[in-house]
Each structure stands twice: as C-alpha cells, then as structure tokens.
C-alpha cells in the first residue's frame, strides 16, 4: 500500500494550487458577491489541461487519471467552490463523451471542451418535479424521420448559460421507466433550445445555475449518446464519478475554512492569551483537521479504484457522503472560531459556509447516497 502521490499527480496539484492562489484568490470573494461568472479563469483552466484531466492526450485531455483530477478539484476549490463546480461539471462531460460518444462526437465535441472553446460543458438530467427519482423525468424526445424534437423543462443546470454542449436526459419510450431514457447531445444556439431564469442562490453564487426550456428542439439521430434507451446508464456512470468530484469540492472548502479558522485562532485575543491556546478552540481545530483527513483519504481512494477501473460506486457514495458532511461541520465550526467576525461578509469563513451547504445535495443528497451504499453493502 502506497499513500505516496506520483511525481505527475503532485505536480498537477501544484499547477492548480500555484493557478488558484495567483488568479482565482484575488478575485473570488467579489466574484461571488456579485454574481459574476469566471469565464476568463475558466478559460485559463482549460489552457492548464484542466478541463480534461482524465481525458485522452487525444482530444486535447491531460490524461493525468482520476487522482489528479480530484487534486485538481480540491486546489480550485480551498479558493472558489464556484469556480470548482464549472470545472468539474465540464470535466464530467467531457468524460461522459469520451466513454459513451462515438468517434466522430468525440472528435467534434471533447476538443472543444478541453482547449476551452466551449467555455464549459452541462449536464441536464433534474426537472421541476425529478431531482433524486430521476427516472421520473418527463422531457420527452420523439423520434421524426432522422430526427428528434425534445420537448420538456430542466431545472438547477449548472453552466447552463454559458455551455458550448449539454447532455440532457429525455424519454424516448413512455412506460418502461429508466429504461426508456435517452441521453442526447443538445449543442448551444440549436433552435428550441431556451436558456430560462438564472437564480438567486444561497452560496456559489458566481457559479450559474439555470432553467432549460425544450421548445420543439429538434437534433439529429447523431446526437444520441450511447445507445436510444441506455441514457439512464451514461447520467448514473457519470453521477458516480462525479461524487469524486463533489467530495473533492467539500473537501476544498473545508481545508479552506480550516486554514482561516487556525489563523484567526492564532492572533485573536481573549482573556489575555490567543484563543488557540483555550483547549476548546484547540479541540474544534482538532476535529476538522481530522474530519478532513479522513475525507481526503475517502475521495482519494474512490478515485483510485476509478482510475483503475474497479468497482467505485459503493466509495464515491462514501467519499460524497463523509466529505460533504464532514466539511459543512468544519465551515460552521470555523465561523464559531471566528465569533461575531464569522457571521460578517469581510471574512471569508460565511463564503465557505453558504458555499459547502449545497454539496451534501447536488449530484444526489446525502439520503440518496445512503441508498447508494446500503443497496451496495446488501448486495454483497
Ligand atoms: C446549485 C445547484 C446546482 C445543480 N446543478 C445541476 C446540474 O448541473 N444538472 C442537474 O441535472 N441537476 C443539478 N442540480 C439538481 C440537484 O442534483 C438536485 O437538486 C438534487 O438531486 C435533489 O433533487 P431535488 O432538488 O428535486 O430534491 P428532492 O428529490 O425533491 O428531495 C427532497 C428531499 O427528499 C429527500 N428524498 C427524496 N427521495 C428520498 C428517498 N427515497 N428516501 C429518503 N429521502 C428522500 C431528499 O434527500 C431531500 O432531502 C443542481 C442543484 C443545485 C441546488
């Protein structure tokens, strides 16, 4: 057993760390108040490789494995979650294509993805009435000749402004539950395709979340992502491996809100000493350091067995799980280290809060995870 990164993975987490701290920290706190999507950062991300750590050199990826890319994830994160989230949803379907595309959609779509043309990628599978019963979705997509015209709403798309390629989740046959759900790649500007309502969110605020509408939107056949009927297969394969990508996500946050909890401690004063020297500020440190660790270990392992091709739902499930959870007790935890100051916007700590919360919900909620891995354990 070997808990040592390689030379390669410690220097893709350094590319990210050295990026992040130089470009994304001036920056994020404004970009977050003020709604303001990163896209020349994310257009820079891409020039590092980023937007494809764990795709073929091929199509312009690092190739550099899952490892990397969960390192890659949690280095943008400790400095803007929202940032983090673009990244790893465009780095999900860029692997999504490059898994279940045939050659010529890989060839017209991951390029664009990997150099940044595309600025993101999106991922459209919840509706207002689907989140966690996914196969619920009623998006239709009926087939006419050598086409086929969606029609439906999705809700909660993240980069859905700006995304160069969405794959989106559609019945192609009604009664036979997940079984007739089809993924399709749906490319921006298709007529039909209506970009909605951008909302007003509690955290991750320079991320953009929005509607879709499906107004008559007619695509090839070509755009079919796998197979008519197997698009229920390509969103859960990608769900799994974007858990890593969540946990790494928490995970940065969290080390972020540990790294200003201990500063802070250090140089406040209270009854005549620095408040890290009262055992009870030493304990809260305490817990988070260790809360994070075993986070760290539980994301790092699901993305090693991914990047192995072994069985990584039972973990990524985990690693989401643990990691979300443990980091919005870390966030709270280090606004409670802060006092009064931690509930002031001039501090970051109340960034990272509002940030962490939504990580114990998108890409499955925490109850959808337990299911995950008890479904899983019963298995066995
Ligand atoms: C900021 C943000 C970004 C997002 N980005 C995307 C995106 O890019 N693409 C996309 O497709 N979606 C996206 N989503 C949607 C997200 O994945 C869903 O919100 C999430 O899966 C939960 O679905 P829901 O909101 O419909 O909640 P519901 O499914 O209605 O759940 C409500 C509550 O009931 C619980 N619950 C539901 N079923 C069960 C059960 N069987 N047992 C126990 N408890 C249960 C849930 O855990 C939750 O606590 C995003 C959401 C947000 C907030």
Not at 25 to 52: C, D, S
Request: charged share 25%; hydrophobic share 40%; aromatic share 8%.
């Amino acid at each position: 057993m070997d808990f040592e990164l390689s030379e390669e993975q410690k220097m893709i987490r350094q590319t990210a760390r050295d990026f992040a701290v130089k470009e994304i920290r001036p920056v994020a706190a404004k970009n977050e108040r003020e709604g303001i999507f990163p896209a020349g950062i994310l257009y820079k991300i891409a020039g590092l490789g980023l937007m494809g750590v764990n795709v073929p050199q091929e199509y312009g990826g690092a190739q550099a494995g899952v490892v990397s890319y969960a390192l890659a994830i949690t280095e943008i994160s400790r400095e803007c979650a929202s940032t983090a989230v673009s990244m790893a949803v465009t780095n999900m379907v860029a692997e999504a294509i490059c898994e279940f595309g045939t050659p010529e959609q890989k060839k017209k779509h991951v390029p664009k993805i990997t150099s940044g043309e595309y600025s993101t990628g999106a991922f459209a599978l919840t509706e207002p009435g689907a989140g966690s019963d996914a196969a619920s979705i009623r998006t239709s997509a009926e087939k006419k000749g050598d086409r086929y015209v969606l029609r439906g709403n999705k809700i909660f798309i993240t980069s859905g402004s700006h995304a160069g390629v969405f794959i989106v989740a559609a019945v192609t046959e009604k009664g036979i539950g997940s079984r007739g759900i089809t993924a399709f790649l749906v490319e921006r500007g298709t007529p039909g395709l209506v970009i909605g309502k951008k909302e007003d969110k509690m955290g991750l605020r320079a991320s953009d979340t929005v509607a879709l509408d499906f107004d008559e939107c007619e695509v090839p056949a070509s755009a079919v992502l796998g197979e008519v009927g197997g698009g229920f297969k390509v969103f859960m394969n990608a769900l799994n491996g974007g858990r890593i990508g969540v946990g790494a996500q928490a995970l940065g946050i969290g080390l972020a809100a540990l790294d200003a909890a201990k500063n802070y401690a250090r140089e406040r004063v209270a009854f005549g000493k620095p408040i890290a020297e009262h055992q009870a500020i030493q304990w809260m440190l305490a817990d988070s350091a260790t809360e994070l660790e075993a986070a760290r270990l539980l994301v790092l392992q699901a993305a090693h067995l991914k990047e192995r091709k072994r069985p990584f739902t039972r973990e990524a499930s985990m690693a989401k799980l643990f990691a979300s959870e443990a980091a919005n007790r870390v966030c709270a935890r280090a606004i409670q280290v802060h006092g009064g100051y931690g509930y002031i916007a001039d501090y970051p700590v109340e960034r990272y809060y509002r940030d962490c919360r939504v990580t114990t919900i998108y890409e499955g909620t925490s109850e959808v995870q337990r299911m995950v891995i008890a479904r899983e354990l019963l298995r066995e």
